[in-house]
């Protein structure tokens, strides 16, 4: 367990609703990643952190923004949802302690767009 | 870029078998990691082994061990003695140690264990 939760766990809204999730971790972790998991594509990043308002984009990013204006929080909003949001988000801290390179996942986010 | 294959959507194996998963993988960089998840119904992706590219040794956590071929870009998982608790999708990952570090997946290959 590397203390992340993710925020609602479960969230279902409308078309063109904006949403906005969150991940907490409890770790000083610098680097925060947010994924989205859909069937056949494992899972892909949409963006991440590397350290307080230091984001960058992943492969998925369009539709997406994210803010980290404290170490513990990494925001993921949709600005205005749409049905091809709908999908599992995971949020993922990397740790580097005792010499290695590992992510570790928050429970994740079920999200559905109506 | 990276990519990250795994051929088989589905696998099944007898408890108290054992089972290999597939991964290939392609990147022209020469430093990363190798890594198998693991995801149960619960949905949460545990870490099962992880590989780093420069270790010739193959990596081994109790009944997982991996068969890590360089060369041939290739990233085997095997599961000895086979429980009913191994039941999951499991995902083989990339992490390339330049540029963004993301982490790619493939596609997932889920196991079935039967009693």
């Known amino acids: 367990d590397a203390g992340i939760t993710q925020s609602p766990r479960h969230k279902v809204t409308e078309t063109g609703t904006p949403v906005t999730l969150r991940c907490h971790q409890t770790?000083?972790?610098?680097?925060m990643y947010w994924y989205r998991q859909d069937p056949g594509h494992g899972l892909r990043l949409i963006h991440y952190?590397?350290?307080?308002?230091?984001?960058d984009k992943g492969e998925v990013s369009d539709g997406y923004s994210v803010s980290r204006s404290k170490t513990e929080d990494f925001l993921l909003t949709l600005e205005s949802a749409t049905s091809s949001q709908t999908s599992v988000y995971f949020c993922?801290?990397?740790?580097?302690?005792?010499?290695?390179?590992?992510?570790?996942f928050g429970p994740g986010t079920r999200l559905t767009v109506l | 870029a990276q990519t990250v294959t795994q051929s088989q959507p589905e696998m099944s194996v007898q408890e108290a078998e054992t089972v290999t998963l597939s991964c290939t993988y392609d990147?022209?960089?020469?430093?990363?990691?190798l890594f198998w998840y693991k995801q149960p119904p619960s949905r949460q992706m545990i870490l099962v082994i992880r590989?780093?590219?420069?270790?010739?040794q193959n990596a081994t956590e109790n009944r997982f061990s991996v068969n890590f071929q360089k060369a041939a870009k290739s990233f085997s998982l095997k599961i000895s003695d086979s429980q009913l608790g191994d039941a999951a999708m499991y995902f083989c990952?990339?992490?390339?140690?330049?540029?963004?570090?993301?982490?790619?997946f493939g596609q997932g290959t889920r196991l079935t264990i039967n009693p």
């Open positions: 993922a801290i990397r740790d580097s302690g005792g010499g290695y390179n590992e992510q570790f």
């Open positions: 770790e000083n972790h610098r680097y």
């Open positions: 952190s590397y350290g307080v308002k230091d984001t």
């Open positions: 990147t022209s960089e020469s430093d990363y990691y």
């Open positions: 590989q780093e590219a420069y270790k010739q």
């Open positions: 990952a990339l992490w390339v140690l330049q540029g963004a570090q993301k982490l790619v």
